[in-house]
């Protein structure tokens, strides 16, 4: 992570500028949210954000997201709706 993109938050933790105030957007993070974004620093990003999963990613809910996307006037991301099979018809 370049130095110049994070702030200390004790000696041993760092933030991505940009998160440690309200309200909280990440300086990397390139375009307008609910509309399309993206990270300018993925290849190098924190291990924050990479451990942090939007949900139904896995097949799991994480609330952390739904929290994430309420900040910011979006819904809750949904799980994907398998599509109904149908048995064939035996003639």
Known sequence: ???????LI????V????TE?????CTALLGEVGQ???C???QERSS???EFEASWVNGEHNPHCDAARGAHGLPPL???VSPSVSPERVA
């Open 1 to 7: 992570m370049p130095d110049d993109q994070v702030v």
């Open 10 to 13: 004790t000696p041993h933790r």
């Open 15 to 18: 933030a991505m500028r940009g």
């Open 21 to 25: 105030s309200k309200p909280t957007r």
């Open 36 to 38: 399309g974004v993206r």
């Open 40 to 42: 300018t620093l993925y």
């Open 48 to 50: 924050t954000c990479r």
């Open 78 to 80: 949904m799980p994907p």
